[in-house]
C-alpha cells in the first residue's frame, strides 16, 4: 500500500483516541475550557452516563463569530504564547474540540460581552456546518451527542452508565478544588444534583471548597500544609494517620493549579505516611504544587494528566519532608470518627421506645410531654382528691452495697486539677485489662494500652535504629550479583547510604555489584531480591527507601511483641506513665498498624446521650 496523507476527519479520530476515552475526558476537555475563559458559574449537564449527551454552559469571556471556525481546527488556541516551556492555563494544545467533533456531534453556541448577538457551529462527525447565528447568553454552552457514533467499535469498552457518571463526577470534584471562586454544577440524569457554591482564593475559602467537595469532617481530621524548598512551594492538607481510607481515590494533588495523577507525587505520599500507616490504608490528602512552570513538563501525554518535573528529587523530597514535619508538629490527634462512631454504638435503636424525640423520643425526656401532663392534670388540685390518705415516702437511698473506687489510684477521689488539664488527663479506671478510661475537664478518653505501647516502643526502636549506624554482619563469602550497567552504577552511587543501613556493597566488575555486609536485623535475607528492590527504587525516585522500610517493619514487629499485652493489669501511675508518653511522642494516636489508639468523646456528648442537652 502506498504511503499517502491521511485525511483531517482521520488524523482527528486518531487524536481522540488519546484525548477522549470516555464521557469523563469530555468533561474534562470542556470545563477547562470554561475554566479558562474566566467563568464564574459552570453549568455540566449529562445523560446516558454522558454518552447521549454532555452539556457545558459557562458565563465566561465566549468566542467572536469570526473565530468559531477556528476553534474547531486543530492545533488552534489562544491559550500558548510563542514559549512552548510558559504554559499557565489548563488547556493549550488546540486538540480537544475538533476530537471531539470528528467522533459526535458538537455544537458550540457562543456570545461575548461586546456582541449583541450569539453564533452557532456544529460539527458531526468531522463534517462542519457553516457558523449561523443564534440567541445566546454571554459565555459558551458546547453540548456533545451521541458521543463515538462515529467510531462504534469504541463503545464496546464503556462501562455501565453508573461507572461513566461516577467518573465525570469525580473530575468535576478535582477542578473543582483548585478554582474555589467558581461556581459548579453537576446536573445527573437521574436528577441528582453535584452542586459547590462558589466561595474565594483565601486560605478559609479554599479550605471552605474542599470540605464542600470532601465532607465536612475532613478540616476537623486534616493538617495543613505550607512549606518552601528553593523555588517550590507546597501547600493543603493531609489526613490525620487515624483518618485514612482503603484506596488512594481521596488523593488529589495539583501542579500550578493543574490536576495531575502523578507517579512521583504518590509515591511520595506513601513514603511520607509509611510510618503512621499500613501498606493497604491511605492518607486523604489535597496538595498544591506551585513551581515555575519552566521547570515543569505539561506537555507530556495529550490527556495532561501526567507530569515531569526538571527535578523530581527535590520536589518528592519536600514533599515528605513537609509532611512528616507536619504530622510530627501536630503531636497526637484522634480522628472524629472514631467520637461517632462511638456515639452511635451507645444511642439506642428506634425501637427501644418507639417514640420520636429527644433521647430516643421516650416521652420521660420530651419536654413537651411533661408540659402537657402538667397542664392536664395536677393530683393535688384534683377534686377527687386521689392521694389522700398516702403519705409521701421519702425517696428511697441507692443502695449497691460497698463501692470500689472508680478511681485509678484506689481510694482517692481528689485528682490533680493539672492532670485533668493534660490533653489524655487523668486515668481514672481500667477495663477488661485492656482499656484504659481516663478523664479530662471536658472529656472522657478511652485508650488502647497495647496499641499505644506499641506505638510508643515502635518510635523508640526507630530512633535507636537511625540514629547511629545500622550493626551489620559479614557474609562469609561475598555474594556477586549480576545487574544491567545501568542498576549496577545506580547501586554504586549509593553505596555510602547504604553502609549506614548496615548493606556493604561495591562494584564487582561491569554489570555486577559484590555484596559483603547484610543489616543484622534481617538475619538470612534474599541479598539478590533486595539489591534489584533497592535498583528499581533508585531508578524510580533517586531514594533507598526500600531498605529503610524492611528495617522498619522489623521494628515494627519487635514492638507489636514487645509491648504491653492485653490482659495485663496496670497499676495507676503504669496507666499514666502511658498517658504522658503519648501526648510527648509525635504520630501516638495511631498503633503501628494504623488502627487508633485512643478515642475521644467530649463531655457535650455525653450528656446528649442522656438527653441533657
Request: hydrophobic letters at 40%; proline letters at 6%.
Amino acid at each position: 500500500m502506498p504511503i499517502r496523507q491521511l485525511s483531517e476527519t482521520m488524523i482527528n479520530q486518531i487524536a481522540a483516541g488519546e484525548v477522549i476515552e470516555r464521557p469523563a475526558s469530555v468533561v474534562k476537555e470542556l470545563v477547562e475550557n470554561a475554566v479558562d475563559a474566566g467563568a464564574a458559574r459552570i453549568e455540566i449537564v449529562t445523560a446516558g452516563g454522558g454518552l447521549n449527551l454532555v452539556r457545558v454552559s459557562d458565563d465566561g469571556s465566549g468566542i467572536p463569530e469570526d473565530e468559531l471556525e477556528l476553534a474547531v481546527a486543530r492545533h488552534c488556541t489562544s491559550k500558548l504564547s510563542t514559549d512552548i516551556h510558559d504554559i499557565r492555563s489548563l488547556g493549550f494544545r488546540g486538540e480537544a474540540l475538533p476530537s471531539i467533533g470528528s467522533v459526535a456531534r458538537l455544537t458550540i453556541r457562543s456570545r461575548t460581552a461586546t456582541s449583541d448577538s450569539g453564533a452557532e457551529i456544529a460539527i458531526e462527525g468531522g463534517r462542519i456546518s457553516p457558523v449561523r447565528p443564534a440567541a445566546a447568553n454571554r459565555g459558551t454552552s458546547v453540548e456533545v451527542r451521541d458521543l463515538f457514533f462515529a467510531t462504534p467499535a469504541r463503545l464496546k469498552f464503556m462501562k455501565g452508565e453508573r461507572a461513566e457518571s461516577t467518573a465525570t463526577a469525580d473530575i468535576v470534584r478535582r477542578i473543582a478544588i483548585a478554582f474555589p471562586a467558581v461556581r459548579f454544577t453537576l446536573l445527573g440524569p437521574d436528577r441528582s444534583t453535584l452542586e459547590f457554591a462558589a466561595t474565594d482564593d483565601s486560605a478559609e475559602g479554599r479550605l471552605t471548597r474542599i470540605a464542600q467537595v470532601m465532607g465536612a469532617e475532613f478540616p476537623d481530621n486534616s493538617i495543613a500544609i505550607d512549606a518552601v524548598r528553593e523555588s517550590v512551594r507546597l501547600t493543603g492538607h493531609v489526613s490525620i494517620p487515624s483518618y485514612n481510607r482503603a484506596n488512594a481515590l481521596q488523593q488529589y494533588a495539583y501542579v500550578n493549579g493543574r490536576p495531575v495523577r502523578d507517579k512521583l507525587i504518590a509515591s511520595a505520599i506513601r513514603g511520607a505516611f509509611a510510618d503512621v500507616l499500613p501498606r493497604d490504608r491511605h492518607a486523604v490528602t489535597v496538595l498544591f504544587l506551585t513551581l515555575d512552570p519552566a521547570t515543569v513538563d505539561v506537555n507530556v501525554h495529550p490527556a495532561k494528566a501526567d507530569v515531569r518535573f526538571r527535578d523530581p528529587g527535590l520536589v518528592r523530597g519536600l514533599i515528605v519532608g513537609a509532611i512528616r514535619e507536619a504530622l510530627a508538629n501536630a503531636g497526637m490527634r484522634a480522628a472524629t470518627s472514631g467520637a461517632a462512631a462511638m456515639m452511635g454504638a451507645f444511642r439506642p435503636g428506634p425501637a427501644t421506645y418507639g417514640h420520636p424525640g429527644p433521647a430516643n423520643g421516650h416521652r420521660a425526656f420530651n419536654p413537651g410531654f411533661r408540659a402537657a401532663t402538667s397542664a392536664g392534670f395536677d393530683a393535688l388540685r384534683s377534686p377527687h382528691r386521689p392521694l389522700d390518705g398516702f403519705a409521701e415516702p421519702a425517696q428511697a437511698a441507692f443502695d449497691a452495697g460497698p463501692l470500689a473506687s472508680a478511681d485509678s489510684r484506689g481510694g482517692h477521689g481528689e485528682v490533680a486539677e493539672e492532670l485533668l488539664q493534660a490533653q489524655l488527663g487523668a486515668a481514672r479506671a481500667q477495663v477488661h485489662e485492656n482499656y484504659i478510661v481516663a478523664q479530662t475537664h471536658d472529656s472522657l478518653i478511652i485508650v488502647d494500652q497495647h496499641a499505644a505501647h506499641e506505638r510508643l516502643v515502635y518510635e523508640a526502636l526507630k530512633q535507636a535504629l537511625h540514629s547511629r549506624p545500622v550493626p551489620a554482619q559479614m557474609l562469609l563469602l561475598p555474594e556477586i550479583i549480576d545487574l544491567p550497567e545501568d542498576d549496577a552504577a545506580r547501586i554504586a552511587a549509593h553505596a555510602d547510604m547504604l553502609r549506614k543501613f548496615g548493606l556493604g556493597v561495591e562494584r564487582f566488575g561491569p554489570g555486577a555489584v559484590a555484596v559483603r555486609e547484610t543489616p543484622s536485623m534481617l538475619g538470612e535475607t534474599n541479598v539478590a531480591a533486595l539489591i534489584r528492590d533497592l535498583a528499581d527504587e533508585i531508578a524510580d525516585n533517586d531514594t533507598t527507601d526500600t531498605l529503610k522500610d524492611r528495617l522498619d517493619r522489623i521494628a515494627a514487629t519487635m514492638a507489636c511483641h514487645g509491648s504491653v499485652r492485653s490482659g495485663r493489669r496496670l497499676k495507676p501511675e503504669e496507666m499514666n506513665a502511658l498517658l504522658r508518653q503519648m501526648e510527648a511522642t509525635p504520630g501516638s494516636g495511631t498503633c503501628n498498624h494504623g488502627r487508633p489508639t485512643y478515642i475521644e468523646l467530649k463531655l457535650a456528648d455525653i450528656e446528649r446521650l442522656f438527653g441533657r442537652r
